[in-house]
């Protein structure tokens, strides 16, 4: 079950790797210091809403097990409509949301129109984007794991075609590929949504559109969702705050730390991959009271992930320096990029664990867990091991990033073990 949402989310990175390539063979840093702001950015804003995709999983996988068909159609029109009145939103609200997003990043002068001119046009996105997180949601809830695959490969598909036609064909930068990432998201959306009408035939009964209205039904949503919006917030701004710095350290750096998040990308996707079967079948099985499969998923799949971590790292030492080059042309960046390379060759090593256990809290709503232990680990690790560390300069920020995944590791892991020494999960 893990191979289709894995290959899904490697495929997630496509669109900065692509975005990254085109713009990085330009001949200058610029533009493409700009699209890792504005990339950061949207990471940042779009994924403080990533609890349209985690709530929905977890949510779901347990109306499944319990085979309650029509809480699974309630969950899916809620959280797409959810998404799109959000996305409707921060368009509306634009301009403070960029001009903060903007100030916060602190961009060079020859790199600020750039950046701008991005975020501009990529916000146009944010209602197809977060529709988009709901239905993979549903889709991993549901045990359908080759839905996000399909329609990540259509977005992807669509943008680097898009990506090249915009800077090659009609002379644009930044902003034709900020333009060609908008369009791919819709696209991809409205693939989506075909492929969750189909779906849906496959379940009993049906749900009146006036179930939308009833705000009552959204009380699930909207507490499974504030734990995970703030555990959610701070891991991002963890990225913003990495983004931030490296910009501080010239265009270099920045542009450096932008390629080698590609990796992390990479790392993070390809090994919830693993984790979004967990959250499916844990929340199955959860929603069952079935104690004795619950574990076993937990266990096999954490057998096939600590394989799958240990192939990126032989990946990563043995294609590291040529991933670069075809990423960027700038011989300064990659200069700098294969200076800090050995952090991210460890990575999937310390990141396994934290993904997995994710699955797990995430299959079982215990998302009030996952947001303590995450305030612990950005207040009480990340930022004291940056300030320690800042005489490392760049290497200070990579610390601080593998500080963070052994924290968050750890912590997780004690909950875990509370919750099946006291029996939280399979009491009642």
């Given at each position: 079950?893990?191979?289709?949402?894995?290959?899904?989310?490697?495929?997630?990175?496509?669109?900065?790797?692509?975005?990254?390539?085109?713009?990085?063979?330009?001949?200058?840093?610029?533009?493409?210091?700009?699209?890792?702001?504005g990339?950061?950015?949207?990471?940042?804003?779009?994924?403080?809403?990533?609890?349209?995709?985690?709530?929905?999983?977890?949510?779901?996988?347990q109306?499944?097990g319990?085979?309650?068909?029509?809480?699974?159609?309630?969950?899916?029109?809620?959280?797409?409509?959810?998404?799109?009145?959000?996305?409707?939103?921060?368009?509306?609200?634009?301009?403070?949301?960029?001009?903060?997003?903007?100030?916060?990043?602190?961009?060079?002068?020859?790199?600020?129109?750039?950046?701008?001119?991005?975020?501009?046009?990529?916000?146009?996105?944010?209602?197809?984007?977060?529709?988009?997180?709901?239905?993979?949601?549903?889709f991993f809830?549901?045990?359908?794991?080759?839905?996000?695959?399909?329609?990540?490969?259509?977005?992807?598909?669509?943008?680097?075609?898009?990506?090249?036609?915009?800077?090659?064909?009609?002379?644009?930068?930044?902003?034709?590929?900020?333009?060609?990432?908008?369009?791919?998201?819709?696209?991809?959306?409205?693939?989506?949504?075909?492929?969750?009408?189909?779906?849906?035939?496959?379940?009993?009964?049906?749900?009146?559109?006036?179930?939308?209205?009833?705000?009552?039904?959204?009380?699930?949503?909207?507490?499974?969702?504030?734990?995970?919006?703030?555990?959610?917030?701070?891991?991002?701004?963890?990225?913003?705050?990495?983004?931030?710095?490296?910009?501080?350290?010239?265009?270099?750096?920045l542009?450096?730390?932008?390629?080698?998040?590609?990796?992390?990308?990479?790392?993070?996707?390809?090994?919830?991959?693993?984790?979004?079967?967990?959250?499916?079948?844990?929340?199955?099985?959860?929603?069952?009271?079935?104690?004795t499969?619950?574990?076993?998923?937990?266990?096999?799949?954490?057998?096939?992930?600590?394989?799958?971590?240990?192939?990126?790292?032989?990946?990563?030492?043995?294609?590291?320096?040529?991933?670069i080059h075809?990423?960027?042309?700038?011989?300064?960046?990659?200069?700098?990029?294969?200076?800090?390379?050995?952090?991210?060759?460890t990575?999937?090593?310390?990141?396994?664990?934290?993904?997995?256990?994710?699955?797990?809290?995430?299959?079982?709503?215990?998302?009030?867990?996952?947001?303590?232990?995450?305030?612990?680990?950005?207040?009480?690790?990340?930022?004291?091991?940056?300030?320690?560390?800042?005489?490392?300069?760049?290497?200070?920020?990579?610390?601080?990033?593998?500080a963070?995944?052994?924290?968050?590791?750890l912590?997780?892991?004690?909950?875990?073990?509370?919750?099946?020494?006291?029996?939280?999960?399979?009491?009642?």
């Amino acid at each position: 079950m893990a191979w289709p949402p894995m290959v899904s989310n490697i495929t997630t990175p496509l669109l900065g790797l692509v975005d990254t390539a085109v713009v990085g063979h330009l001949g200058t840093a610029t533009y493409l210091g700009a699209v890792a702001i504005g990339a950061s950015i949207f990471s940042f804003l779009f994924w403080a809403f990533g609890f349209l995709r985690m709530g929905s999983t977890g949510l779901t996988a347990q109306a499944l097990g319990q085979e309650d068909y029509r809480r699974v159609r309630e969950l899916l029109l809620q959280s797409i409509l959810m998404g799109l009145v959000i996305g409707l939103i921060l368009i509306l609200f634009r301009g403070p949301i960029l001009d903060l997003a903007l100030h916060l990043m602190s961009p060079s002068a020859e790199v600020a129109p750039w950046a701008k001119s991005y975020s501009e046009i990529r916000i146009y996105s944010a209602p197809a984007v977060l529709a988009g997180y709901a239905l993979m949601g549903w889709f991993f809830g549901v045990q359908y794991s080759k839905g996000p695959l399909w329609m990540l490969l259509v977005i992807n598909l669509v943008n680097m075609v898009l990506d090249y036609f915009a800077v090659y064909g009609l002379g644009m930068a930044s902003d034709g590929v900020a333009w060609a990432t908008v369009i791919a998201h819709y696209v991809g959306v409205v693939f989506a949504l075909f492929l969750a009408w189909r779906k849906l035939q496959t379940f009993d009964g049906h749900v009146p559109l006036s179930a939308l209205i009833k705000w009552r039904e959204y009380v699930a949503l909207v507490r499974v969702n504030r734990y995970l919006f703030v555990r959610t917030i701070l891991l991002l701004l963890v990225m913003l705050f990495f983004t931030s710095q490296g910009a501080r350290q010239g265009d270099a750096i920045l542009a450096a730390n932008a390629v080698l998040l590609i990796f992390l990308m990479i790392i993070s996707n390809a090994l919830d991959g693993f984790a979004f079967s967990v959250e499916a079948l844990c929340g199955e099985y959860y929603g069952r009271k079935d104690k004795t499969n619950f574990q076993k998923v937990i266990r096999l799949s954490t057998y096939w992930a600590l394989l799958a971590a240990l192939v990126l790292m032989f990946i990563f030492w043995l294609f590291g320096d040529h991933i670069i080059h075809l990423l960027t042309s700038v011989e300064s960046v990659r200069a700098e990029a294969k200076l800090y390379l050995p952090w991210l060759i460890t990575f999937p090593l310390l990141g396994i664990w934290s993904f997995m256990l994710d699955g797990v809290f995430i299959g079982t709503t215990s998302v009030k867990q996952m947001q303590n232990t995450m305030i612990l680990c950005v207040l009480g690790v990340f930022f004291p091991v940056w300030f320690i560390s800042q005489g490392l300069g760049n290497h200070g920020l990579w610390l601080s990033q593998a500080a963070l995944f052994i924290a968050r590791a750890l912590t997780l892991y004690i909950c875990y073990r509370q919750n099946l020494r006291k029996d939280v999960w399979f009491s009642n």
